[in-house]
């Protein structure tokens, strides 16, 4: 008895589940899981463009490299928030080109 409960609930779940799925979920769902995934890589993680001051020579400071790390994380943040924010509303074209752009700002290196 304990077992038919137990599968009426799970299908329950997973038929909720799927109703509320978006076009874009399972494509973001396997983007965070590779993500996740690439934590234990240190050279992994959301990328900017070079500065006009690297690109004349000048040296990071520690505190400037830190701010750019953070301001790529956010830029990251945001362009993933919309691809699941686009997803929920349906608005397949939406997340998946906010989903392209989160990707693009990621490196698995």
Do not use: W
Not at 3 to 10: F, G, R, S
């Amino acid at each position: 008895m304990k077992v038919t409960a137990a599968l009426v609930i799970a299908g329950l779940l997973l038929s909720t589940a799927s109703v509320h799925a978006g076009p874009c979920s399972n494509a973001i769902a396997q983007f965070e899981q590779a993500v996740r995934e690439s934590a234990k890589n240190r050279l992994a993680g959301p990328t900017a463009s070079q500065t006009v001051g690297a690109q004349t020579g000048r040296q990071p400071t520690p505190d400037s490299v830190k701010r750019a790390e953070e301001s790529a994380r956010a830029t990251f943040d945001t362009a993933l928030a919309r691809a699941k924010s686009l997803d929920e509303q349906g608005d397949q074209a939406g997340c998946s080109q906010a989903l392209a752009d989160a990707e693009r700002m990621y490196s698995f290196r």
